[in-house]
């Protein structure tokens, strides 16, 4: 293979990997997944590790890959995905000595409110679609017990988040169960059903009660037990201001800036 073919090959593999190791991105990113090769992936939600090393691991590897592909013999297109794949690669090792610093939970925008928005939205464009959503809800308590794994290192790390934004994630957590029979993410597959045209009526009824099952079994009994053990580490987090308050904020703060804006 030249080195552009090499490449591109390097890109693709790398890009089935990242896409399918969430299914939300995954089916949000691509319609036919085994266009890509990908075929039966994981339902998995994702998880959130508590160490560092088995990330920076994999950059490392995909870095010393990554290198044994000669720059010089790319195409103009190709070096410069070289380059910005490199950077990427690079900050993400950079950003080791921050891994708890991250914060999935937030007011508004943290993943207790984004994560029924992505569910209320995920397409079924084909009745396997909704066989691996319904799959998808049930990994919801799994998922959370990650995040708060999570959460309770960033606790013994003194990382933890102020008791105020804490009390305000409680209180989405408890708006979201509190919606009862109203609550969207039963409407919401009702009308993705209508629109599914291979699925007959008593398919989507039987469709429809399973969703309410895996609501009621996994999905809300999960919020629950976050908003129990956030209550649990409310007033564990030690600093109340801003991120130059934390232990090497300011650095971590210069490497967000550079994260984010690759400059």
Same mark, same amino acid.
């Given at each position: 293979?030249?080195?552009?073919?090499?490449?591109?090959?390097?890109?693709?593999?790398?890009?089935?990997?990242?896409?399918?190791?969430?299914?939300?991105?995954?089916?949000?990113?691509?319609?036919?997944?085994?266009?890509?090769?990908?075929?039966?992936?994981?339902?998995?939600?994702?998880?959130?590790?508590?160490?560092?090393?088995?990330?920076?691991?994999?950059?490392?590897?995909?870095?010393?890959?990554?290198?044994?592909?000669?720059?010089?013999?790319?195409?103009?297109?190709?070096?410069?995905?070289?380059?910005?794949?490199?950077?990427?690669?690079?900050?993400?090792?950079?950003?080791?000595?921050?891994?708890?610093? %991250? !914060?999935?939970? /937030?007011? *508004?925008?943290?993943?207790? $409110?984004?994560?029924?928005?992505?569910? &209320? @939205?995920? +397409?079924?464009?084909?009745?396997?679609?909704?066989?691996?959503?319904?799959?998808?809800?049930?990994?919801?308590?799994?998922?959370?017990?990650?995040?708060?794994?999570?959460?309770?290192?960033?606790?013994?790390?003194?990382?933890?988040?102020?008791?105020?934004?804490?009390?305000?994630?409680? %209180? !989405?957590?408890? /708006?979201? *169960?509190?919606?009862?029979? $109203?609550?969207?993410?039963?409407?919401? &597959? @009702?009308? +993705?059903?209508?629109?599914?045209?291979?699925?007959?009526?008593?398919?989507?009824?039987?469709?429809?009660?399973?969703?309410?099952?895996?609501?009621?079994?996994?999905?809300?009994?999960?919020?629950?037990?976050?908003?129990?053990?956030?209550?649990?580490?409310?007033?564990?987090?030690?600093?109340?201001?801003?991120?130059?308050? *934390?232990?090497?904020?300011? $650095?971590?703060?210069?490497?967000?800036?550079? @994260?984010?804006?690759?400059?």
């Amino acid at each position: 293979l030249n080195a552009d073919r090499k490449f591109e090959s390097f890109t693709e593999t790398l890009f089935s990997q990242e896409v399918s190791s969430n299914t939300i991105t995954l089916h949000y990113t691509l319609c036919n997944p085994s266009d890509y090769g990908i075929d039966n992936p994981a339902v998995s939600l994702g998880t959130y590790p508590v160490s560092s090393a088995e990330t920076c691991a994999a950059a490392e590897n995909c870095l010393s890959l990554l290198n044994k592909i000669p720059y010089q013999e790319l195409n103009s297109d190709n070096q410069l995905t070289w380059k910005v794949l490199e950077d990427s690669l690079k900050r993400t090792l950079d950003g080791a000595p921050y891994h708890l610093y %991250d !914060e999935p939970l /937030s007011p *508004l925008t943290g993943i207790q $409110s984004q994560l029924p928005v992505l569910l &209320s @939205e995920y +397409r079924f464009y084909q009745e396997t679609d909704v066989t691996t959503y319904l799959e998808l809800l049930k990994t919801v308590p799994e998922h959370f017990d990650s995040l708060l794994a999570y959460e309770r290192a960033k606790s013994e790390a003194g990382l933890f988040m102020a008791s105020y934004t804490a009390d305000s994630i409680i %209180d !989405e957590c408890n /708006s979201f *169960l509190s919606m009862g029979d $109203s609550n969207y993410l039963y409407s919401s &597959s @009702e009308k +993705r059903l209508d629109e599914l045209e291979e699925c007959d009526e008593s398919k989507k009824d039987s469709y429809i009660s399973e969703n309410k099952q895996a609501l009621e079994t996994y999905v809300f009994p999960a919020y629950q037990k976050l908003a129990a053990d956030l209550m649990e580490l409310r007033e564990t987090g030690r600093n109340q201001n801003g991120l130059c308050y *934390l232990p090497d904020g300011a $650095s971590y703060y210069e490497y967000l800036v550079k @994260e984010e804006t690759g400059s």
